[in-house]
Nanobody
């Protein structure tokens, strides 16, 4: 049974930081490309960041320079370090794993508010 379990979301003021984690089980984690997506109310889900099984990273323009994706294959966990958070970063953040098949986590809420 494949599980992707996100954690680390919460309420933060503008300019603050959060680190999201996504713990995977039931897959050979090191084979998978891992993504973070987000979905704001009334908007489509969008790709935020990607890290391949070769540790190549890619980011949406809106988060470049502020967010960092990383992975620890020994812990089967992917992270998203989010700095300089803005109101528009408010969304549910989802972990996504892909290697042929794809899997989604349940999401974690990030709210940026003063």
């Amino acid at each position: 049974q494949v599980q992707l379990v996100e954690s680390g979301g919460g309420l933060v003021q503008p300019g603050g930081s959060l680190r999201l984690s996504c713990a995977a089980s039931g897959i050979i984690f090191s084979w998978y490309t891992m993504d973070w997506y987000r979905q704001a109310p009334g908007k489509q889900r969008e790709l935020v960041a990607t890290i391949t099984n070769g540790y190549t990273t890619n980011y949406a323009d809106s988060v470049k320079g502020r967010f960092t994706i990383s992975r620890d294959d020994t812990k089967t966990t992917v992270y998203l370090q989010m700095n300089s958070l803005k109101f528009e970063d408010t969304a549910v953040y989802y972990c996504h794993a892909r290697f042929g098949q794809e899997y989604w986590g349940q999401g974690t809420q990030v709210t940026v508010s003063s």
